[in-house]
């Protein structure tokens, strides 16, 4: 479920086009009605462009940076898509559905969209600035709707089998607003980290000394990648050595509590091992038809290996099983043949990339790197998935793909679906 967050300005783009692009930050620009436009096919090298002056001039020559009325002149307005971690969306996916949704209710303004990831866990976001002036009308952006801003986008999040927030009425009274607003405060996770790590921790990794906290959020990671509903997952807490049990009736937020069998007093609750541990997330992620998934044969030997490695005490295999899986299922992958594809595409994208966007690209492939090593080494991951094979009544034989083998990431599918998306795009500028 992508959050957007909405600021109103009242200056000039001069400031918000150097904090945006300072330090080389930037993963990526997208323009709409400056001098460069998407919709032109510029690439991403031919993107330095000053669009806070052309936002700025534009604004004058219409006269729209002048007061209205009795109020300061709304400059422009800048917003902020943050996507949800579980869905473990990569930098290309967000600018499909940044630029789809700016183009969807700001087509004829001027857009400027700039992607960092300088959050803890390194998640892509973009920000979207909007200068005040429509170019058709000449008139002051004004939305009769705001909540229809975020409304669209959880729609068109739910379109790309993204996590979504439902349409949810807006309390009438007073006395219901003020609930509302105090159980919105209340519900605030504690971390909007993926996997959080406290400082007491962190010491105790860098001592080389054992975390039971980390421990318990190894065993987890594996049984929540292996489960397909909740009853397996925590059937396989069990047999990892991991008792799960409701938090209080008291606690600001409903969530799992996690402890040691062996050890009832090590016990903690899921969002402080992370966002991805909470028990929304895991619920949802169970719940999720295309969530990742090993095959039969891989989930019994990874879950072979997660034990064994709890049985000798061996953690340091354990964390790095539980770091293996966590990358298999961030991009998705199967197989050792879906992790070469994934890697070659993810290689091809570095070639063309430069600064901060290079940098996460490289990270990403260091991590799947591991994972691959990792499960071929220790023979957790097949090399494909086998084709099914039927031989007819007529003697001929039927060969069709497995579901994962069908589901693999390959290169043909990557670009068929960036055609796909390109396609898209230009029907729905050509309709409106």
Not at 150 to 179: C, D, H, I, T, Y
Not at 197 to 222: C, F, M, P, Q
Not at 234 to 249: E, H, K, P, T, Y
């Amino acid at each position: 479920m992508p959050y957007l967050k909405q600021i109103a300005a009242h200056t000039n783009c001069q400031a918000i086009q150097r904090y945006l692009e300072k330090r080389d930050r930037a993963l990526a620009k997208d323009f709409f009605n400056l001098s460069v436009d998407e919709r032109d096919g510029y690439g991403d090298e031919d993107k330095d462009i000053r669009w806070a002056d052309e936002m700025d001039a534009t604004r004058r020559a219409f006269g729209n940076d002048t007061p209205f009325g009795a109020m300061r002149a709304r400059t422009y307005k800048h917003f902020i898509i943050s996507p949800d971690p579980e869905d473990g969306i990569d930098l290309e996916a967000l600018r499909e559905l940044a630029k789809a949704w700016a183009l969807e209710h700001f087509a004829d303004f001027q857009v400027a969209i700039v992607y960092h990831d300088d959050n803890a866990s390194r998640i892509p976001h973009a920000h979207i600035v909007v200068n005040n002036t429509n170019l058709e009308t000449g008139k002051r952006m004004h939305h009769d709707d705001p909540k229809e801003l975020n409304r669209s986008l959880q729609k068109m999040a739910k379109e790309r089998e993204l996590l979504f927030f439902s349409e949810v009425p807006e309390p009438a009274e007073g006395l219901e607003r003020l609930a509302v607003k105090e159980r919105g405060r209340e519900a605030r996770p504690k971390t909007m980290q993926q996997v959080h790590i406290g400082r007491v921790e962190r010491g105790l990794a860098e001592a080389g000394s054992y975390s039971w906290v980390a421990d318990i959020r190894n065993r987890v990671s594996v049984a929540k990648s292996l489960a397909r509903n909740v009853d397996e997952f925590a059937q396989l807490l069990r047999m990892l050595g991991v008792d799960i049990a409701g938090n209080s009736r008291n606690a600001r937020r409903d969530d799992w509590v996690f402890s040691l069998s062996d050890a009832p007093a090590r016990r903690v609750s899921g969002e402080r091992l992370g966002l991805l541990f909470s028990k929304e997330t895991i619920q949802r992620q169970l719940a999720r038809a295309g969530s990742y998934h090993p095959d039969a044969k891989s989930s019994r030997e990874l879950l072979r290996n997660a034990r064994n490695a709890i049985l000798v005490n061996d953690l340091e295999d354990l964390s790095d099983l539980s770091r293996a899986l966590r990358a298999c299922a961030y991009h998705n992958v199967s197989t050792l043949r879906d992790c070469d594809a994934r890697l070659a595409v993810l290689q091809r994208r570095t070639e063309t990339s430069a600064g901060r966007q290079r940098n996460a690209l490289e990270a990403r492939i260091a991590e799947l790197e591991f994972a691959r090593d990792y499960m071929a080494t220790r023979n957790l991951l097949p090399e494909r998935i086998e084709t099914r094979r039927a031989e007819s009544a007529q003697g001929s034989i039927d060969t069709r793909p497995a579901q994962h083998e069908r589901n693999s990431i390959e290169e043909q599918t990557e670009q068929a679906r960036r055609i796909e998306r390109h396609q898209r795009t230009a029907t729905e500028r050509n309709e409106r």
